[in-house]
C-alpha cells in the first residue's frame, strides 16, 4: 500500500494574518482536491536574520496567538520552529510539531525541551553535518522522552555563500529514523549572497523534491508564498503558492 508522504508548507515568517490566512487556504484547497494533509508552516520569530535590521516576526505571545487562529479556523495540523528552551513549552500547547533550526540541531537544553512537551520533533540537519551525525541529536531527543523525531535534510555548506544537497543524506538518515523530509526551499539558498540578507534560487526547488522523492525521502518542506519576492524572509526561495498544487501532485505521482 502506497503511503502518502508528510506535507510542510507555508510562509517563512508570519508577517500578518491575512497572509497566514490566504495560504491556509490553498492549502485546504489542495487537502481537498489532492487527499493529502498538509501540515501548516511559519515562524513567529526568525531569530537568525543575516542582518540586526531584517524582519523577524511578530514574536512568541502574538504568533502563537495567530497561529492557533489558524489551526480553530482551518483545522489544520501547525509546524513552527523554537530558537530558545523556554519557548518549547508555550510553542507546544499551539502548535503539532516543534521544529529545531538547523543552526541550533546539537543544541541539548533545545532538543530536551522540546522532547519533553510531546510533540512531534523535527530536527534539521546542519549545514556542516553529515546525515549519519544526525543519530546524535536524534538520540538526545529520544533519550529526553519525544515520542516521534523527524530529520530533515537541508544542504551543506561547502565554501562560501552557497549550498550543496548530497541527496545520499537521506537513505543515511532513514537509517535513523523512518521519517525524513527534503526542505526544498531552504536547501536552495546561498546564505549571505544578498548583501545583508540570503539569497537563492527558487528555480530549483521542483528538482530538489523530486530528487529528494528518488532518493528514498518519506516527507517534504515548502516555504511558500503569495508573492515571494515581496516576502519579508526569503524571498529568494520561497516557492509561488499557485505553484504548490501541481508540484505536490507530481510527487504524489
Request: some cysteine.
Given at each position: ?7 510542510i ?12 490566512n ?27 536574520r ?10 512568541l ?7 492557533a487562529e ?5 483545522g ?44 512531534i ?5 546542519a ?5 549519519h ?85 518519506t516527507?517534504?518542506?515548502f ?21 504548490l ?9
Open positions: 500500500m502506497k503511503t502518502t508522504p508528510i506535507l508548507a507555508g510562509p517563512c515568517v508570519i508577517e500578518s494574518q491575512e497572509l497566514l490566504t495560504v491556509a487556504e490553498e492549502l485546504v484547497n489542495i487537502n481537498c482536491m489532492l487527499g493529502t494533509d498538509i501540515i501548516f508552516k511559519a515562524s513567529f520569530d526568525k531569530a537568525n543575516t542582518s540586526i535590521h531584517s524582519f523577524r516576526g511578530p514574536g505571545k502574538k504568533g502563537l496567538s495567530m497561529l489558524v489551526k480553530e479556523r482551518y489544520l495540523k501547525i509546524l513552527t520552529d523554537i530558537h530558545e528552551s523556554y519557548q518549547a513549552e508555550a510553542a507546544a500547547e499551539v502548535v503539532d510539531v516543534l521544529q529545531i533550526p538547523a543552526f541550533l540541531c546539537r543544541q541539548t537544553d533545545l532538543l530536551v525541551a522540546a522532547a519533553r512537551t510531546g510533540r520533533v523535527n530536527i534539521k540537519k549545514q556542516f553535518l553529515s546525515g551525525d544526525m543519530h546524535f541529536p536524534y538520540e538526545k531527543a529520544m533519550d529526553a522522552g519525544a515520542q516521534e523525531v523527524w530529520l530533515t535534510e537541508r544542504g551543506n555548506s561547502f565554501g562560501y555563500n552557497n549550498l550543496v544537497v548530497d541527496f545520499r543524506n537521506i537513505p543515511d538518515m532513514t537509517e535513523i529514523t523512518p521519517t525524513v523530509i527534503m526542505d526544498c526551499t531552504h536547501s536552495v539558498q546561498r546564505p549571505g549572497a544578498g548583501d545583508g540578507k540570503t539569497s537563492g534560487d527558487r528555480r530549483f526547488v521542483p528538482a530538489m523534491a523530486l530528487a529528494a522523492k528518488a532518493f528514498g525521502a516527507g517534504y518542506f516555504e511558500v508564498h503569495p508573492d515571494p519576492d515581496k516576502g519579508l524572509s526569503d524571498a529568494a526561495n520561497m516557492l509561488e503558492l499557485h505553484r498544487k501541481g508540484l505536490i501532485n507530481d510527487i504524489l505521482h
